[in-house]
Protein backbone atom coordinates (compact mmCIF):
# COMPACT_ATOMS: atom_id res chain seq x y z
CA UNK A 1 0.00 0.00 0.00
CA UNK A 2 1.45 3.01 -1.06
CA UNK A 3 2.09 5.77 1.61
CA UNK A 4 0.80 9.47 1.42
CA UNK A 5 2.36 12.66 2.17
CA UNK A 6 0.63 16.25 3.01
CA UNK A 7 4.21 17.71 4.00
CA UNK A 8 7.28 17.68 1.47
CA UNK A 9 9.38 17.57 4.99
CA UNK A 10 7.84 14.30 6.22
CA UNK A 11 9.26 12.38 2.80
CA UNK A 12 12.37 10.32 3.40
CA UNK A 13 15.19 10.84 2.03
CA UNK A 14 15.41 7.91 -0.17
CA UNK A 15 11.57 8.69 -1.04
CA UNK A 16 12.50 11.77 -2.22
CA UNK A 17 15.75 10.66 -4.47
CA UNK A 18 14.01 7.49 -5.59
CA UNK A 19 10.68 9.46 -6.71
CA UNK A 20 9.09 6.78 -9.39
CA UNK A 21 8.67 7.47 -13.13
CA UNK A 22 6.19 5.98 -15.42
CA UNK A 23 7.75 5.95 -18.79
CA UNK A 24 5.04 5.13 -21.92
CA UNK A 25 5.64 2.15 -23.80
CA UNK A 26 6.59 3.97 -27.33
CA UNK A 27 9.29 5.80 -25.42
CA UNK A 28 8.53 8.94 -26.35
CA UNK A 29 8.54 10.29 -22.63
CA UNK A 30 8.40 9.61 -18.87
CA UNK A 31 6.18 11.17 -16.07
CA UNK A 32 5.45 11.39 -12.69
CA UNK A 33 3.34 13.73 -10.92
CA UNK A 34 2.55 15.01 -7.07
CA UNK A 35 -1.24 16.18 -5.89
CA UNK A 36 -1.09 19.62 -7.69
CA UNK A 37 1.52 19.01 -10.78
CA UNK A 38 2.86 16.80 -13.56
CA UNK A 39 6.28 16.57 -14.74
CA UNK A 40 7.12 15.36 -17.93
CA UNK A 41 10.44 14.78 -19.34
CA UNK A 42 10.15 14.21 -23.50
CA UNK A 43 12.83 11.54 -24.32
CA UNK A 44 12.42 11.93 -28.64
CA UNK A 45 13.35 15.48 -28.52
CA UNK A 46 17.36 15.72 -29.67
CA UNK A 47 19.62 17.07 -26.94
CA UNK A 48 21.37 19.06 -29.65
CA UNK A 49 18.06 20.89 -30.75
CA UNK A 50 18.16 24.50 -29.63
CA UNK A 51 15.35 25.48 -27.43
CA UNK A 52 14.47 28.16 -29.85
CA UNK A 53 13.48 25.73 -32.55
CA UNK A 54 11.11 23.99 -30.29
CA UNK A 55 7.41 24.61 -30.39
CA UNK A 56 5.25 23.43 -27.40
CA UNK A 57 1.85 23.92 -26.88
CA UNK A 58 -0.33 23.77 -24.12
CA UNK A 59 -3.83 23.12 -24.06
CA UNK A 60 -6.54 22.53 -21.61
CA UNK A 61 -6.63 18.99 -22.79
CA UNK A 62 -3.66 18.38 -24.53
CA UNK A 63 -0.11 18.93 -25.46
CA UNK A 64 2.09 18.65 -28.40
CA UNK A 65 5.65 19.36 -28.54
CA UNK A 66 7.38 19.52 -32.34
CA UNK A 67 10.24 20.89 -34.03
CA UNK A 68 9.50 24.54 -34.95
CA UNK A 69 11.07 24.20 -38.45
CA UNK A 70 10.77 20.40 -39.83
CA UNK A 71 7.49 20.37 -38.03
CA UNK A 72 8.01 16.76 -36.79
CA UNK A 73 6.36 15.72 -33.61
CA UNK A 74 8.08 14.47 -30.71
CA UNK A 75 5.25 14.19 -28.35
CA UNK A 76 1.41 14.83 -28.44
CA UNK A 77 -1.45 13.46 -27.13
CA UNK A 78 -4.97 14.08 -25.46
CA UNK A 79 -4.58 14.54 -21.64
CA UNK A 80 -6.55 12.29 -18.74
CA UNK A 81 -7.34 15.54 -17.50
CA UNK A 82 -7.12 18.91 -17.78
CA UNK A 83 -4.54 21.76 -17.16
CA UNK A 84 -3.83 25.48 -17.15
CA UNK A 85 -2.18 25.95 -19.41
CA UNK A 86 -1.27 29.86 -18.65
CA UNK A 87 0.68 27.99 -15.60
CA UNK A 88 2.39 25.55 -17.47
CA UNK A 89 5.82 25.67 -18.30
CA UNK A 90 9.00 23.96 -20.20
CA UNK A 91 12.65 23.94 -21.00
CA UNK A 92 15.35 22.11 -22.62
CA UNK A 93 18.70 22.33 -20.96
CA UNK A 94 20.50 20.67 -24.08
CA UNK A 95 21.08 17.36 -21.84
CA UNK A 96 19.12 13.44 -21.66
CA UNK A 97 16.51 12.60 -19.28
CA UNK A 98 15.55 15.40 -16.86
CA UNK A 99 18.64 17.58 -18.31
CA UNK A 100 16.81 17.85 -21.67
CA UNK A 101 13.10 18.22 -22.74
CA UNK A 102 11.21 19.04 -19.63
CA UNK A 103 7.71 20.36 -19.34
CA UNK A 104 5.93 20.95 -16.16
CA UNK A 105 1.81 20.95 -15.74
CA UNK A 106 -0.12 22.80 -13.32
CA UNK A 107 -2.99 20.58 -12.97
CA UNK A 108 -6.69 21.77 -13.28
CA UNK A 109 -8.09 19.75 -10.20
CA UNK A 110 -11.62 20.55 -11.11
CA UNK A 111 -12.34 17.50 -8.80
CA UNK A 112 -11.38 19.69 -5.50
CA UNK A 113 -13.94 22.13 -6.16
CA UNK A 114 -16.81 19.53 -5.54
CA UNK A 115 -15.09 17.09 -3.34
CA UNK A 116 -11.94 19.22 -1.38
CA UNK A 117 -11.67 15.95 1.24
CA UNK A 118 -11.05 13.60 -2.29
CA UNK A 119 -7.43 13.84 -2.53
CA UNK A 120 -6.95 10.43 -4.14
CA UNK A 121 -9.31 12.03 -7.14
CA UNK A 122 -6.55 14.57 -8.33
CA UNK A 123 -3.92 11.35 -8.97
CA UNK A 124 -4.05 10.73 -12.68
CA UNK A 125 -4.63 7.22 -13.34
CA UNK A 126 -2.44 7.70 -17.17
CA UNK A 127 -0.80 10.49 -18.95
CA UNK A 128 -2.98 10.89 -22.19
CA UNK A 129 -6.08 9.21 -23.03
CA UNK A 130 -4.67 6.53 -25.45
CA UNK A 131 -2.81 4.41 -22.91
CA UNK A 132 -3.35 2.14 -20.67
CA UNK A 133 -3.70 3.31 -16.91
CA UNK A 134 -0.37 2.90 -14.44
CA UNK A 135 -1.15 1.03 -10.78
CA UNK A 136 -0.20 3.33 -8.74
CA UNK A 137 -1.13 1.75 -5.60
CA UNK A 138 2.68 0.84 -4.15
CA UNK A 139 3.48 4.36 -4.81
CA UNK A 140 3.99 6.68 -2.47
CA UNK A 141 1.94 10.08 -3.04
CA UNK A 142 3.12 13.57 -2.65
CA UNK A 143 0.49 15.67 -1.63
CA UNK A 144 2.12 18.56 -0.04
CA UNK A 145 1.91 21.05 -2.83
CA UNK A 146 -2.29 20.88 -2.75
CA UNK A 147 -4.00 24.62 -2.57
CA UNK A 148 -3.52 25.85 0.91
CA UNK A 149 -7.12 26.23 1.95
CA UNK A 150 -6.86 22.73 0.82
CA UNK A 151 -4.02 21.46 3.09
CA UNK A 152 -5.89 23.68 6.17
CA UNK A 153 -8.97 21.85 5.77
CA UNK A 154 -6.91 18.76 6.00
CA UNK A 155 -5.34 19.77 8.91
CA UNK A 156 -7.79 20.85 10.64
CA UNK A 157 -10.02 17.45 9.60
CA UNK A 158 -6.81 15.15 11.19
CA UNK A 159 -6.57 16.99 14.43
CA UNK A 160 -10.22 16.53 14.75
CA UNK A 161 -9.45 12.85 13.98
CA UNK A 162 -6.80 12.59 16.63
CA UNK A 163 -8.62 13.93 18.92
CA UNK A 164 -11.49 11.58 18.35
CA UNK A 165 -8.56 8.56 18.65
CA UNK A 166 -6.94 9.96 22.00
CA UNK A 167 -10.61 9.88 23.44
CA UNK A 168 -11.75 6.33 22.38
CA UNK A 169 -8.13 5.08 23.03
CA UNK A 170 -8.84 6.75 27.03
CA UNK A 171 -12.02 5.39 26.71
CA UNK A 172 -10.50 2.16 26.16
CA UNK A 173 -7.89 2.44 28.94
CA UNK A 174 -10.66 2.92 31.57
CA UNK A 175 -12.53 -0.03 30.56
CA UNK A 176 -9.25 -2.15 30.29
CA UNK A 177 -9.00 -0.81 33.88
CA UNK A 178 -12.28 -1.66 34.79
CA UNK A 179 -12.55 -4.98 33.35
CA UNK A 180 -8.97 -5.90 35.09
CA UNK A 181 -11.06 -5.11 38.57
CA UNK A 182 -13.77 -7.25 38.05
CA UNK A 183 -11.78 -9.98 36.76
CA UNK A 184 -9.79 -10.06 40.07
CA UNK A 185 -12.47 -9.36 42.02
CA UNK A 186 -13.86 -12.68 40.69
CA UNK A 187 -10.21 -14.68 40.89
CA UNK A 188 -10.17 -13.37 44.47
CA UNK A 189 -13.57 -14.29 45.17
CA UNK A 190 -13.19 -17.71 43.59
CA UNK A 191 -9.77 -18.71 45.65
CA UNK A 192 -12.11 -17.68 48.92
CA UNK A 193 -14.40 -20.34 47.87
CA UNK A 194 -11.78 -22.63 47.04
CA UNK A 195 -10.06 -21.90 50.68
CA UNK A 196 -13.58 -22.56 52.63
CA UNK A 197 -14.68 -25.84 51.24
CA UNK A 198 -11.43 -27.07 51.74
CA UNK A 199 -11.87 -25.78 54.91
CA UNK A 200 -14.78 -27.53 55.01
CA UNK A 201 -14.02 -30.77 53.95
CA UNK A 202 -10.69 -31.51 56.06
CA UNK A 203 -12.66 -32.35 59.05
CA UNK A 204 -15.19 -34.53 57.01
CA UNK A 205 -12.49 -36.80 55.80
CA UNK A 206 -10.64 -36.87 58.69
CA UNK A 207 -13.36 -37.84 60.71
CA UNK A 208 -14.46 -40.94 58.70
Request: charged share 35%; with cysteine.
Amino acid sequence: MSRVYYDAAEKPEEVTLGEVWAELADGSCRWRQTGSEIKIVALKVPPELPPRELAVEFQPYSLRVANRKTGKVYLEGELERGIVPEECVWMHSGGINEDGCVLLLQKMNLELLQRQWAHSQMWWPKLFTHHGEIAWDDYEKDYSDLPEVVLRKHRTVEAKRDEVRKLEQAEKGVRESLQERDDARKRQRQERLHFLRTELAFPLRFFF
